[in-house]
């Protein structure tokens, strides 16, 4: 396990937010800053990205996961509720398989429980060689494009701003969360397990996970909140920071009585 760095703002429910690759808990500063006036938001950066330490191994999800219960441990906390965007929701899936009793309610934004299809996992594994070669630039190239909604403008500077994200992410953590992913398990049969109030969202123009899978787990998990956030790719909290708040608000409101 590894220290991760984080940040911790507000009092009440805890809410850990977990950011996608190659990202970074900074992700979430719009929803931190908002959701804290009523609880207690942290975010962490997943080993690898931010500013977190990035070992050249060890990120298979269930690892990440350690990582971030740890990191619950070392706060005090005993139960959460714990939100992953894509690859961050793979991580709160392998961390609800093994605690499920640290979760309060849980949260997929932009992910899925399915697992790469092979040629999927060919893709990711090719990536991360040229990573591991040639630098951020690689996946920067490969990914900038699909991250944000079709229609958004090229010259948006919401651009500008994931693309420097993705250039201080470590080298050695993008190759490894590259190799975690392609062999993640599935998690499919997870989804019907899950017994906490569940959200799961996505954007209307995702074009990295198909808004049709948000659907699909909707339907399979007993207390699941489908919320779709329009004019929104694969990056809803950024594209449309006050509609995934006021989403995030909605559902944490509707779950709050049942909060220890």
């Known amino acids: 396990m590894v220290r991760l760095n984080f940040s911790d703002s507000g009092q009440g429910t805890p809410v ?18 908002l ?41 005090g906390i005993p139960k959460a509720v714990i939100m992953g965007h894509s690859m961050g929701g793979y991580v709160t899936l392998a961390a609800w398989k093994m605690a499920p009793e640290r979760f309060l309610a849980l949260g997929l934004l932009d992910s899925q429980a399915a697992p790469d299809t092979d040629e ?42 994931v693309r420097q994200i993705i250039k201080t992410t470590p080298r050695a953590g993008i190759v490894g969360a590259l190799h ?29 996970i198909a808004p049709a899978r948000a659907t699909a787990m909707a339907a399979v998990v007993a207390n699941a909140m ?5 004019n929104a790719g694969h990056l809803p909290m950024m594209e449309q920071p006050a509609a995934t708040t006021t989403t995030l608000l909605s559902f944490l409101s509707t779950v709050g009585n049942g909060f220890a």
């Open 16 to 33: 850990v937010l977990l950011h996608g690759f190659p990202l970074s808990g900074v992700i979430w500063m719009p929803q931190q800053r």
């Open 35 to 75: 959701l804290s006036d009523q609880y207690r938001v942290i975010t962490p950066d997943l080993r690898g990205h931010g500013r977190s330490p990035a070992p050249a191994a060890g990120y298979e999800m269930e690892t990440l996961a350690e990582d971030v219960l740890a990191l619950l441990d070392d706060l």
């Open 120 to 161: 999927g996992r060919k893709t990711r594994n090719q990536l991360a060689d040229q990573v591991a070669k040639e630098g951020s630039a690689a996946v920067e190239a490969a990914m900038l494009p699909k991250l944000f909604a079709p229609n958004l403008d090229a010259k948006d500077p919401l651009i500008g701003q």
């Open 180 to 208: 975690g992913m392609a062999q993640r398990p599935d998690a499919s049969a997870i989804l019907a397990a899950i017994a906490v109030p569940t959200l799961i969202l996505t954007g209307d123009g995702d074009q990295l």
């Open 226 to 230: 489908l919320a779709v956030i329009p």
